[in-house]
Nanobody
Framework: QVQLVESGGGLVQAGGSLRLSCAAS????????MAWYRQAPGKQRESVASISSGGSTYYADSVKGRFTISRDNAKNTAYLQMNSLEPEDTAVYYC?????WGKGTLVTVSS
């Protein structure tokens, strides 16, 4: 059973930065793409960013230029660097790989 564990969420003021981490429990990590999703209160879960096993990246239009996804295969860890945070970024952020999901980490951006 693969486990994904997110960390790095918290409370930050608008304009601030946070870095989320997603640690995978197995060395399968390097073979698969990783993705970050988020779900704001009362809204559906949405894709934020993804990175392929080869390093190709995708970003939702709402975060382009502000968020950066990366991965460290040696550490079985994916990251989401979030800069210039806005109150609209407030959500629970989830890590995903294949059919596996983490439990999420809460990001709250105050205005």
């Amino acid at each position: 059973q693969v486990q994904l564990v997110e960390s790095g969420g918290g409370l930050v003021q608008a304009g601030g930065s946070l870095r989320l981490s997603c640690a995978a429990s197995r060395s399968f990590f390097s073979s698969y793409g990783m993705a970050w999703y988020r779900q704001a209160p009362g809204k559906q879960r949405e894709s934020v960013a993804s990175i392929s096993s080869g390093g190709s990246t995708y970003y939702a239009d709402s975060v382009k230029g502000r968020f950066t996804i990366s991965r460290d295969n040696a550490k079985n860890t994916a990251y989401l660097q979030m800069n210039s945070l806005e109150p609209e970024d407030t959500a629970v952020y989830y890590c995903n790989a294949q059919q596996y999901w983490g439990k999420g980490t809460l990001v709250t951006v105050s205005s």
